[in-house]
């Protein structure tokens, strides 16, 4: 044996070569076996060849791997969903608004109307709905606007003057120095969002705009987007999977398309009282009330507070005949105009309601709070149809 460092004898270098040869060519010709053996694999039905024995899942290696990779995926999309969860908001947004006009793009097609153009003429119908209302209110709606976020602040200062019991109530739990001190440590607030100005309103067009463009894409690629979406399940389960699947569409659909129409209604029947007893900015007040209705259990009742707040502006029998509309709107919407336009598609109990609309307020906002309904009523369904009738038989 050679010295570490030392030179090898000149007889053990070929022997040494010759071993490296004859390793590649054991290589070469084991590659030239793998290629017949892949040339013979190809055939008509699968070019590529069958599938190879799959992995033994209960190795270690392969338990520490899949526990390893599991972590850092799930890791990872939690890291993403906190990153676009501004975006996702809308996305989600425009495909519950894609899912509530997918109705009525589908009467069009059924007659014999492309889907694109049917696609068209109904975002150009809403949207000249939309130009023909704010080419009408848009200059009243500016000037209340603009008197009301002025008036605001002295809302609560011109009522605790013209009442003397309120200023006394004032005096005993000091309502309006809280008020004062929310409004001004909130940069949250409405008055300031409304005099934010050109971040705001660029903010809203920018995200108006990508929901419009969202729900259109949603609305042209829907039935592509379903039947994807029902091929993720396995084909013995598949039909059962349409029912349901179709089920929570359609009563997603219905709840969006009649909570727009009920909220139009109670705004068309606030403007008209207000109108009536000559209360102040009534335009601005039921374009408030009408995207207030828009949010479950909690809505109407806000939107009628602040009703009732600028109604006392006017006399005391007004704001008290103003709380009565409301309560009477709120029995009309909840025993008349919710069953008989929205009906039992998104039927769920009260508790469920108003913890959804908490949970979904809580985790989303608004928008969390406008969706809870149907997402509760979808899960609901799911548990009724697949769960529970699973536990029973258990």
């Known amino acids: 044996m050679n010295p570490i460092g030392a030179r090898p004898a000149d ?3 070929p022997e040494a070569n010759r071993q490296a040869e004859a390793r590649a060519d054991e290589a070469v010709d084991r590659m030239a076996e793998a290629e017949r053996q892949a040339a013979a694999l190809a055939t008509p039905v699968r070019p590529l060849g069958e599938p190879g024995p799959r992995f033994d899942r209960r190795s270690p290696f392969f338990i520490g791997l899949t526990a390893a990779a599991g972590v850092a995926v799930t890791y990872a999309l ?3 969903l906190l990153a676009a969860r501004g975006m996702l908001v809308l996305i989600v947004v425009a495909l519950f608004l894609a899912i509530g006009i997918e109705p009525v793009v589908a009467w069009l097609v059924g007659k014999a109307m492309p889907r694109w153009l049917a696609v068209t003429v109904v975002l150009l119908s809403l949207a000249a709905m939309l130009v023909a209302f704010l080419v009408a209110a848009i200059v009243p709606l500016l000037d209340q606007g603009r008197q ?3 008036y605001a602040p002295d809302l609560f200062t011109h ?3 013209q009442y003397p019991i309120i200023g006394e109530f004032d005096e005993k739990y000091h309502l309006q120095d809280r008020l004062t001190t929310e409004l001004e440590g909130s940069s949250s607030t409405l008055v300031t969002g409304l005099l934010g100005a050109g971040r705001v309103v660029f903010s809203a067009v920018t995200d108006t705009g990508i929901v419009v463009v969202l ?3 949603f609305l042209i690629d829907f039935p592509r987007i379903r039947t994807n979406l029902y091929r993720l399940v396995p084909h013995s389960r598949r039909p059962r999977a349409i029912v349901i699947g179709d089920q929570i569409l359609a009563g997603v659909g219905g709840y969006v398309l009649g909570n727009l129409l009920i909220s139009a209604i109670t705004a068309g029947c606030t403007f008209g009282w207000l109108l009536l007893f000559d209360v102040p900015y009534p335009l601005i007040l039921a374009l408030l009330v009408a995207l207030l209705d828009l949010i479950p259990v909690v809505g109407s ?6 009703v009732a707040l600028v109604s006392l502006t006017v006399s005391v029998p007004t704001a008290v005949a103003t709380v009565g509309f409301f309560i009477a709107l709120r029995l009309i919407e909840d025993y008349l105009l919710v ?3 929205i009906g039992k598609t998104v039927a769920v109990p009260a508790l469920v309601t ?3 609309v908490l949970l979904g307020g809580a985790l989303m906002g608004i928008v969390g709070a406008l969706l809870a309904i149907p997402i509760a009523a979808a899960l609901l369904l799911l548990a009724r149809e697949t769960l529970f009738p699973r536990l029973d038989a258990s």
């Open 11 to 13: 007889d053990e270098v």
């Open 339 to 341: 069953p008989k336009i």
């Open 354 to 356: 108003v913890v959804a």
């Open 78 to 80: 939690i890291e993403i």
């Open 148 to 150: 009301f976020v002025s």
């Open 215 to 217: 729900t259109a894409y």
């Open 301 to 306: 009742t806000v939107a009628g507070v602040i």
């Open 159 to 161: 009522i605790r003057v």
